[in-house]
């Protein structure tokens, strides 16, 4: 079936360090696929999508790129802030299926110190 | 509204009790969907509405969950004779249609004790 694989954290960084967090996936036929980010007591947000192989996705200097040969989304920034701590979820839907649902992975949370 | 909006925030309950819980969508917003997650992990898909039509209710945990949308605007998620295992934050989200970005709510917290 489909699934969604991302790393586990908590990842703490310091402030202005580079970010990665890794997700991979596992569907049939080309899914889009997404990152949501979950602010502290706030509901879930799209931070940015990719919908088809090679796109890159990109918002408020986070990007990642859909690589269909190695099944990946993952998540990078150049230059993390205190701000960007939150709760970040890999994501895909798989159109043309019974329903249009997102399938998430589990979240990273990510800890930036100032 | 400018949102998508649930209530209540957060609510407890004793194992056994049934519970209610409401969803009210960005106005316009033909689709619906409900999701469930638990402590520590993310988001899984319980139910789809497309106006008053639920669709696919396939994620359902059990047939104590039933969900409905009478008017094809706000939702309601109903739990019968909540167990512990029902404890979770539930998740509405709206979208103008089936294909487009989903909107989600803040979420309603439930615990049952």
């Known amino acids: 079936g489909n699934s969604v694989t991302q790393m586990e954290g908590p990842v703490t960084l310091s402030e202005e360090a580079f970010l990665t967090i890794n997700c991979t996936y596992t569907a049939t036929g080309y899914p889009s696929l997404f990152w949501y980010v979950q602010y502290p007591g706030e509901g879930l947000q799209l931070l940015l999508k990719?919908?088809?192989?090679?796109d890159k996705g990109s918002n408020k200097g986070f990007e990642a790129t859909y690589r269909k040969e190695t099944t990946s989304f993952h998540l990078e920034k150049g230059s993390v802030q205190v701000s960007d701590s939150a709760v970040y979820f890999c994501a895909l839907i798989r159109y043309g299926g019974a329903t249009n649902k997102l399938i998430f992975g589990t979240g990273t949370l990510l800890a930036v110190q100032p | 509204g400018a949102g998508v909006s649930q209530s209540p925030r957060y609510k407890v309950a004793k194992r056994g009790q049934d519970v209610a819980l409401r969803c009210d969508p960005i106005?316009?917003?033909?689709?619906l969907f409900w999701y469930q997650q638990a402590l520590g992990q993310g988001p899984e898909f319980l139910t789809y509405?497309?106006?008053?039509?639920?669709?696919?209710k396939s994620g359902l945990p059990s047939d104590r969950f039933f969900a409905e949308r009478p008017e094809g605007s706000v939702s309601t998620l109903k739990i019968q004779r909540t167990q512990q295992e029902d404890s979770a934050v539930y998740l509405c989200?709206?979208?103008?249609?089936?294909?487009?970005?989903?909107?989600f709510g803040p979420g309603t917290r439930l615990t049952v004790l």
């Open positions: 106005s316009g917003h033909v689709s």
């Open positions: 989200a709206s979208s103008l249609a089936e294909e487009n970005e989903q909107f």
């Open positions: 509405f497309q106006n008053e039509a639920q669709l696919d």
């Open positions: 990719a919908t088809k192989a090679d």
